[in-house]
Every structure is written in structure tokens, then in C-alpha cells.
């Protein structure tokens, strides 16, 4: 079955670094777009970034853009994001999803667990 | 502040019918597909609804999706207390060249 299961997540003091990981599996990775969401303690769904399924494209959220690298290695059917200068504001639970249709459509099918990142000294 | 406004809660009793709107601009809902996701207690959010009136497999056809202008619309029909969620509306805006989120509205089934 179509599955997704993030990594790398914990506690990180602030202006660190972190590197994200989702693993896929059960579908053709290379096929699809990307995304990542997250969602503060308590708070609503924030849109992260996507990355096209060829790597060739990414867009970001105004809040990580310039701090938040999306990547992707089709040949390991891996996500990746690359978080620097972090904040306490970074803080979240940290899903990758699935693009389902069109990477601009909204539609987000399936999502993993998700892996929480705590900014905090 | 979210791009997309939902109202923050919405209420009924088991049984009857509630709708959840979701309003944006022409950058984002007037000219791109509207999702909607369930996020049942201390879970991951669930699929429910895609371009604008499509329920994902499985979705029962008591939940449905509309779209208007800048505007789009959740229906739920024959409420259950295993309805009770926070649901969210999610689409594109070509502007921002962003996806965006609606701040989700707690459904309380009475």
C-alpha cells in the first residue's frame, strides 16, 4: 500500500540546522509531486513547500523561503528538507504528502504520520 | 491569518446537516480547485473532498463540495458524532505561487 513515513525530526536550539526525510513506497515516486505541511502545537495546517516530480521545480511558503530547502532523490524514493537558521516559530509536526492531480490542485493524498521538530534552547 | 477564511467552529445535532465555507480571492479558490480535509482528534488529516465536488474514495456521499466564485462550500448531511473534527479547505494561489490553508472550523456535533 501507498505509504509515507517521515524522519529526522527533534529538539533543536534556535539559528540551527535540521534535515527532514520521507520515505515513500507502494507507488511510482518518480511520478508525483511533493509536499511538506505542518502544524503547530494547537494551530491549523500550514503549506511548506513542493517539489515537482523531475526535482526542476520547487515552491516555498513566504515564512521558510530562503531558510527551507525542498529536495528529492527519485532513485531512493526519498523527500527531503532542509531546515536552517530555525526559529521557535519552526516548531511543528512535520508531514510530507503526496500531490494528488496537479501539484498546484491543494489536494494532498496520502499523508505520513509526520516527525516533530522542537526549536528550543 | 490564514489566506482562506473559515468560520472557527460550527455546531448541530446528530442527524442533520451543517456546511463549512471557505473564502479566498480570485488568486486562489476563483481560479484553482478547492480541497477539503478532515482532522479527526490526534490524528492526520484525512482527504474528504477534491477539485471542488470530489470525494476521494471511501468518503461516504454524506460529505460534499461546492464551489462559487471565491467561494467554496463543505456539506455534511446526516451529522454523526464521528463527524466531530476540525476541517480544512486547501487550495492554490497563483499569486503567492503558494498552497494555502484555510484555519480550520471545529465541527461540534451536539
Known amino acids: 500500500q501507498v505509504q509515507l513515513v517521515e524522519s529526522g525530526g527533534g529538539v533543536v536550539q534556535p539559528g540551527r540546522s535540521l534535515r527532514l526525510s520521507c520515505a515513500a513506497s507502494g507507488f511510482t515516486f518518480s511520478n508525483y509531486a511533493m509536499h511538506w505541511v505542518r502544524q503547530a502545537p494547537g494551530k491549523g495546517l500550514e503549506w511548506v513547500a513542493v517539489i515537482l516530480y523531475d526535482g526542476n521545480n520547487k515552491y516555498y511558503a513566504d515564512s521558510v523561503k530562503g531558510r527551507f530547502a525542498i529536495s528529492r532523490d527519485n532513485s531512493k524514493n526519498t523527500l527531503f528538507l532542509q531546515m536552517s537558521s530555525l526559529g521557535p516559530e519552526d516548531t511543528a509536526v512535520y508531514h510530507c504528502?503526496?500531490?494528488?492531480?496537479?501539484?498546484?490542485?491543494?489536494?494532498?493524498?496520502?499523508w505520513g504520520h509526520g516527525t516533530l521538530v522542537t526549536v528550543s534552547s | 491569518q490564514s489566506v482562506l477564511t473559515q468560520p472557527p467552529s460550527v455546531s448541530a445535532a446528530p442527524g442533520q446537516k451543517v456546511t463549512i465555507s471557505c473564502s479566498g480571492s480570485?488568486?486562489?479558490?476563483?481560479?484553482?480547485?478547492v480541497s477539503w480535509y478532515q482532522q479527526l482528534p490526534g490524528t492526520t488529516p484525512k482527504l474528504l473532498i477534491y477539485d471542488n465536488n470530489r470525494r476521494l474514495s471511501g468518503i461516504p456521499d454524506r460529505f460534499s463540495g461546492s464551489k462559487s466564485g471565491t467561494s467554496a462550500t463543505l456539506g455534511i448531511t446526516g451529522l454523526q458524532t464521528g463527524d466531530e473534527a476540525h476541517y480544512y479547505c486547501?487550495?492554490?494561489?497563483?499569486?503567492?505561487?503558494?498552497?494555502?490553508f484555510g484555519g480550520g472550523t471545529k465541527l461540534t456535533v451536539l
Open positions: 486547501a487550495t492554490w494561489d497563483s499569486s503567492l505561487s503558494a498552497g494555502v
Open positions: 504528502a503526496r500531490a494528488l492531480g496537479h501539484y498546484g490542485s491543494g489536494s494532498y493524498d496520502p
Open positions: 480570485s488568486s486562489n479558490i476563483g481560479n484553482n480547485y
